[in-house]
Structures are given as structure tokens and as C-alpha cells.
């Protein structure tokens, strides 16, 4: 970065901090960025478009910065794709690969990448003050990106309106480009249609329903198969929002139902309020219909994540924003601010009569193996703590554990500790309550902003009395997957340097590790 962009950057924190730069998730080099955009995979590359401030690492400026990966978990930065001038910031939006050349802006043969993204015009520029869905487009394989001179191609005239995510629908309805996007402080997802991506008709709307409290935002929609069944295909609605998730702040729910090209509607077991949880005028009812809602995850950091468009073999695979705008801006980090969540691949299973996603990290096939420093798996555990392997600096180190807390109440991970263990990120699974719990107040740094230490916790069943779990920890991040997927907790930490331990133990009785691997990922 140039020393005149240098200047011009707002810094906010007081010295570089290369510990907590991630090994396997995605960080801009030395800016800020938010949500994933323009999620696309083409010609053996995925394509990370992300809102990014090239001039700083606070919000701001919006453009769409560009990364690339050839396995979703080493990316390589590349030049500003989509930038922001003195008429519009480029916020979120998606790319289609338009095969068939519908929009006309590439050829049959060689088809363009179409980004359908939010204009959030200007003050004094022509539609000042709103936000419309324009486009651009790139015949290059992403690259390079012109955007198109007849932009918007879709105003309604809103301040609000934002966040396109457009996929090619086939089906008993037609064949056609659908966009899903928001209308954000009303709790509104819109639909609309399309035969070249540059004139739209309305098509639907939904909501509110289930958590409503803030804004909705980047939403996402997509079939899949139930259980792997290609004559059962469901819809999933991914609708973001902020404030008003599970775990305070920002957060992704979901719905699961039925799109037929013009309206998507939910299962009724997906909706545990139809009419948004603003209408419950009982806020204990509310409470507890909140933790009823489907979420894609329970922790704090998960924010904006929608799905890969053109990925070959109908996998559907998703990126977060691991950040939460409660506290966004303040993070301890320079000279960049914020990362991704790992990519996740989806998929839809019956849980006890209902549907449910199912998520799994993307990770290399080829780890590491790392000794966990005891003895191989079946071993019963008790309050003695069982020290595990050390996380390394610089890299990524997975755990993953099988666990029949038995007798015990209470089976504890403590994660990057200190030596005096005054300093940990606790991950507790309570056979009383049947929830997992991850506590970073004691993580380290959490003093940056008043709303950061916290404890999450999620409802998790055991299955034949076993707890599994899968754990990711990457610097200044805990990504947790439990029951195969069933259940996913990420959040931020700041460790000190030297806070670098894990233990395993069990309280008020004995528990059986039935398995216990740790790896490791550079
Ligand atoms: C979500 C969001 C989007 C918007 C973008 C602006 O985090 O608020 O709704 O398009 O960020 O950066």
C-alpha cells in the first residue's frame, strides 16, 4: 500500500499485529472487509469477491475487493475488482457465470461473469440517497470488471433495498434468472425474475418472520436434496440479520420450504414465530422462540453468509464474515481487520422428524497429524485435566474428539490457555442442560469494546450418548462443529502470544474419549 493511502487510513489499532493473522482464513492484506460477494467458482478457480475498503481498515469506501482459490482454504489476493467513486459505493451483491449469454455481454462460447450489486448511491448523484441493483461484468474470467452503462437495472425507489444474490432457476415454473434480495429495515426478502439480468420483474416477497429485531440482509436461496434424495429437494431461504441473532448482534438464520419460481414458502417447522418475533408482545416467549429459529450458526462471529454459485456436482458451499458489527470496527488487528469463516459445505438431513443443514468444513484431506500428547483413544478422563498438544503459531490446528460424558455432569476444552491458565477459551458441554457452551471472557484481549466478552451456547443432543466434535482454531478464531455438523459455534479470541495450551477434562464424574486426533494445517 502506497504511503499517500496510508495517510489517508483511519487506524484504530496501535500496532501491526501479525499473531493473529490466520493460517487457513481469508484476510485482506492490509485493508478492511466485510461481507463475501460475489461467491463464484469458474474454470478451477474460486472466486472470493468481498466489500472491502481499499483505503483503510475501518468500514468505509465501499468497493469489491477479489481474491482467489484453487481449494477454498489458500487464497490469493488480487487487485480491486469493483470500485467505489464519488456517485456510489458498491455494497453486497453475487455473480453468475452467464452461460447461454442471456445478458449478452459475452459470447455463447465464452460466456461473461455477471455481478449483480448494490449501488448505494450518493448524496447529489442522479438516485442519491437509495439503493437499486446494478451490474457488471467481466470477459476476462473475473479479473478485470466494467460496469454496465445503464445502470441501476432495478430501482425501487428505496433506501433499503440491497444485497442481490441471483441464481438460474429450472424448473415446472420456466426457466429464468431469479434475484433474492432485501428490503432491510422492513424484514423483507423480494424476488424477482429475469430473462437477460437487465430488466426484472417482481415476483414475491417474504416476511417478516422468525427473527426480526434488526435488519435483513444478504440473503440467499437454494434447493437441496434431502438426505442425499434427488427425487426429495427442499428450498433453503438464508435470510442475515443484524441486530437480533441468537447470540446477540449479527447472525444467520434459515428456513426450509418451497420455491416454484414465483413464491418461497417455509415448512411450518421452520417457523417458530410466522409473523416475526416482534409480534410476540411476551419477551420470555420471545426468548425462547428465538432459540427455536434455525441458525446457521450460535456463535458471535458468523455474519453475511451465502452460498458458491456455478460449484460443479450441485455442491453448495458457503463463506461467512467472521465478525460481528457489534463490535466490527474495534477489533484488535492491523494492518488489516476481519476474515472469513472456513468454507462450509451444506447439506439438508431429517434430525429427529425435522430438516435441518448440515455443515462441514472445508478443510485439506492432508493434515498433519499432531501427537495430542496422550494416550490413544478409549481412555476415561475425570477432574484431572489431560494436557493436548500445543496450538503452533502460524498454523491452523483441528481437534477432533468423541466423547460419552457418562457419569460426568460436565466435559470441558479449555483452548489456547496461558501457562497459568488464567487466560483460556472454554468450550463445556453440560449433560444437564444437553448444551454446548464456549465462553471467551477470559480469551485475552476482550477489553476493546464493551460488548465482546461473552459465553454462547447451542442445544446439542447427544447421539447414543456420544458428543463429537470438530474444532478449528486459527490464530485469533474458535470454529466449533458438533454432532457432524448439526450444531456450529465460531468466535473470535485474542490470545496472548505465549497462550497457546489445551486441556480436556471432566467434572462430577468420568467420561469416556472414545476418540481423540489432532492436526495440524499451515
Ligand atoms: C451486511 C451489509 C450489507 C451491505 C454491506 C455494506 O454486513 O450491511 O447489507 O450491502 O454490508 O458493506
Given at each position: 500500500m502506497s504511503?499517500?493511502?496510508?495517510a489517508?487510513?483511519?487506524?484504530?489499532?496501535?500496532d501491526?499485529?501479525?499473531?493473529f493473522?490466520?493460517a487457513?482464513?481469508?484476510?485482506?492484506s492490509?485493508t478492511?472487509?466485510?461481507?463475501?460477494?460475489?461467491l463464484?467458482?469458474?474454470?478451477?478457480f474460486?472466486?472470493?469477491?468481498?466489500q472491502?475498503?481499499?483505503?483503510?481498515n475501518v468500514?468505509?469506501?465501499?468497493?469489491?475487493g477479489?481474491?482467489?482459490?484453487p481449494?477454498?482454504?489458500?487464497?490469493?489476493?488480487?487487485p480491486?475488482?469493483?470500485a467505489g467513486?464519488?456517485?456510489?459505493?458498491?455494497f453486497?451483491?453475487?455473480?453468475?457465470v452467464?452461460h447461454?449469454n442471456?445478458s449478452?455481454?459475452?459470447?455463447v462460447?465464452s460466456?461473461?461473469?455477471?455481478?449483480?450489486?448494490?449501488s448505494?448511491?450518493k448524496?447529489?448523484?442522479p438516485?442519491?440517497g437509495?439503493q437499486?441493483?446494478?451490474?457488471?461484468?467481466?470477459t476476462?474470467?473475473?479479473?478485470t470488471?466494467?460496469?454496465?452503462d445503464?445502470?441501476?437495472?432495478?430501482?425501487?425507489?428505496?433506501?433499503?433495498f440491497r444485497?442481490?444474490k441471483v441464481?438460474r432457476?429450472?424448473?415446472?415454473?420456466?426457466s429464468?434468472?431469479v434475484?433474492?434480495?432485501?428490503?432491510?429495515?422492513h424484514?423483507k426478502v423480494v424476488?424477482y425474475?429475469s430473462?437477460?439480468?437487465?430488466?426484472?420483474?417482481?415476483?414475491?416477497d417474504?416476511?417478516?418472520a422468525n427473527?426480526?429485531?434488526?435488519?435483513?440482509e444478504?440473503?440467499?436461496?437454494?434447493p437441496l436434496e434431502?438426505?442425499?434424495?434427488?427425487?426429495?429437494?427442499?428450498?433453503v431461504?438464508?435470510?442475515?440479520?443484524?441486530p437480533?441473532a441468537?447470540?446477540?448482534?449479527s447472525g444467520?438464520?434459515?428456513?426450509?420450504?418451497?420455491f416454484d419460481?414465483v413464491r418461497?414458502?417455509p415448512?411450518?417447522?421452520?417457523?417458530?414465530a410466522?409473523?416475526?418475533?416482534s409480534s410476540f408482545?411476551?419477551?420470555?416467549?420471545a426468548q425462547a422462540?428465538?432459540?427455536?429459529c434455525?441458525?446457521?450458526?450460535?456463535?458471535?462471529?458468523?455474519y453475511?453468509s451465502?452460498?458458491f454459485?456455478?460449484?460443479?456436482?450441485?455442491?453448495r458451499?458457503?463463506?461467512?464474515?467472521?465478525n460481528?458489527?457489534?463490535?466490527?470496527?474495534?477489533?484488535?488487528?492491523?494492518?488489516w481487520?476481519?476474515?472469513?469463516?472456513?468454507?462450509?459445505e451444506?447439506?439438508l438431513?431429517?434430525?429427529?422428524?425435522?430438516?435441518?443443514?448440515?455443515q462441514?468444513p472445508?478443510?485439506?484431506?492432508q493434515r498433519?497429524?499432531?501427537s495430542p500428547?496422550?494416550?490413544?483413544?478409549?481412555?476415561?478422563?475425570?477432574?484431572t485435566?489431560?494436557r493436548?498438544?500445543?496450538?503452533?503459531p502460524?498454523t491452523?490446528?483441528?481437534?477432533?474428539a468423541?466423547?460419552?460424558?457418562?457419569?460426568?455432569?460436565?466435559?470441558?476444552?479449555?483452548l489456547?490457555?496461558?501457562?497459568d491458565g488464567?487466560q483460556?477459551?472454554?468450550?463445556?458441554y453440560?449433560?444437564g442442560s444437553?448444551?454446548?457452551?464456549?465462553?471467551?471472557?477470559?480469551?485475552?484481549d476482550?477489553?476493546?469494546?464493551g460488548?465482546?466478552?461473552?459465553?454462547?451456547s447451542?442445544p446439542?443432543?447427544?447421539?447414543?450418548?456420544?458428543?463429537?466434535?470438530?474444532?478449528?482454531l486459527?490464530?485469533?478464531?474458535v470454529?466449533?462443529?458438533?454432532?457432524?455438523g448439526?450444531v456450529?459455534?465460531?468466535?473470535l479470541?485474542?490470545?496472548?502470544?505465549?497462550?497457546?495450551?489445551?486441556?480436556?477434562?471432566?467434572e462430577?464424574?468420568i467420561?469416556?474419549?472414545?476418540k481423540?486426533?489432532?492436526?495440524?494445517?499451515?
Amino acid at each position: 500500500m502506497s504511503s499517500s493511502l496510508d495517510a489517508a487510513r483511519p487506524e484504530t489499532a496501535p500496532d501491526v499485529t501479525p499473531r493473529f493473522r490466520p493460517a487457513i482464513h481469508f484476510t485482506a492484506s492490509d485493508t478492511w472487509l466485510n461481507d463475501p460477494n460475489g461467491l463464484v467458482f469458474h474454470d478451477g478457480f474460486y472466486h472470493l469477491f468481498f466489500q472491502n475498503n481499499p483505503y483503510g481498515n475501518v468500514w468505509g469506501n465501499m468497493s469489491w475487493g477479489h481474491a482467489t482459490s484453487p481449494d477454498l482454504i489458500h487464497w490469493t489476493e488480487h487487485p480491486v475488482a469493483i470500485a467505489g467513486d464519488e456517485v456510489e459505493d458498491i455494497f453486497s451483491g453475487s455473480v453468475v457465470v452467464d452461460h447461454g449469454n442471456t445478458s449478452g455481454f459475452g459470447t455463447v462460447d465464452s460466456p461473461a461473469l455477471v455481478a449483480v450489486y448494490t449501488s448505494a448511491f450518493k448524496a447529489g448523484s442522479p438516485y442519491g440517497g437509495t439503493q437499486a441493483q446494478s451490474l457488471a461484468y467481466s470477459t476476462d474470467g473475473g479479473m478485470t470488471w466494467l460496469k454496465y452503462d445503464e445502470n441501476p437495472v432495478l430501482t425501487r425507489n428505496s433506501a433499503h433495498f440491497r444485497d442481490p444474490k441471483v441464481f438460474r432457476y429450472e424448473g415446472a415454473g420456466g426457466s429464468f434468472w431469479v434475484m433474492v434480495a432485501v428490503e432491510a429495515q422492513h424484514q423483507k426478502v423480494v424476488l424477482y425474475r429475469s430473462q437477460d439480468l437487465k430488466s426484472w420483474d417482481f415476483l414475491s416477497d417474504f416476511g417478516p418472520a422468525n427473527a426480526d429485531a434488526g435488519e435483513w440482509e444478504c440473503p440467499d436461496l437454494f434447493p437441496l436434496e434431502v438426505d442425499g434424495d434427488p427425487d426429495n429437494t427442499k428450498w433453503v431461504l438464508i435470510v442475515n440479520v443484524n441486530p437480533g441473532a441468537v447470540a446477540g448482534g449479527s447472525g444467520g438464520q434459515y428456513f426450509v420450504g418451497d420455491f416454484d419460481g414465483v413464491r418461497f414458502v417455509p415448512d411450518a417447522g421452520s417457523l417458530a414465530a410466522p409473523a416475526g418475533l416482534s409480534s410476540f408482545p411476551d419477551k420470555d416467549a420471545a426468548q425462547a422462540a428465538l432459540q427455536q429459529c434455525l441458525w446457521l450458526d450460535w456463535g458471535r462471529d458468523c455474519y453475511a453468509s451465502v452460498s458458491f454459485s456455478n460449484v460443479p456436482a450441485n455442491r453448495r458451499i458457503t463463506i461467512g464474515w467472521m465478525n460481528n458489527w457489534d463490535y466490527a470496527n474495534q477489533l484488535p488487528t492491523a494492518p488489516w481487520r476481519s476474515s472469513m469463516t472456513l468454507a462450509r459445505e451444506l447439506r439438508l438431513s431429517s434430525v429427529n422428524g425435522s430438516l435441518q443443514l448440515i455443515q462441514h468444513p472445508v478443510l485439506p484431506d492432508q493434515r498433519v497429524e499432531v501427537s495430542p500428547a496422550v494416550s490413544p483413544a478409549p481412555f476415561n478422563v475425570g477432574g484431572t485435566a489431560l494436557r493436548l498438544a500445543d496450538a503452533v503459531p502460524g498454523t491452523a490446528q483441528v481437534i477432533e474428539a468423541e466423547i460419552v460424558p457418562g457419569s460426568a455432569e460436565r466435559v470441558e476444552f479449555s483452548l489456547l490457555g496461558s501457562t497459568d491458565g488464567s487466560q483460556r477459551t472454554v468450550l463445556g458441554y453440560n449433560t444437564g442442560s444437553g448444551r454446548l457452551t464456549l465462553d471467551r471472557r477470559q480469551s485475552g484481549d476482550t477489553q476493546f469494546h464493551g460488548k465482546f466478552a461473552s459465553v454462547e451456547s447451542a442445544p446439542t443432543a447427544l447421539e447414543d450418548g456420544i458428543l463429537k466434535l470438530l474444532i478449528v482454531l486459527d490464530q485469533c478464531s474458535v470454529e466449533v462443529f458438533a454432532q457432524d455438523g448439526k450444531v456450529v459455534l465460531t468466535d473470535l479470541v485474542f490470545p496472548e502470544a505465549n497462550s497457546l495450551q489445551n486441556w480436556l477434562s471432566a467434572e462430577g464424574g468420568i467420561a469416556t474419549v472414545r476418540k481423540l486426533a489432532v492436526s495440524s494445517i499451515a
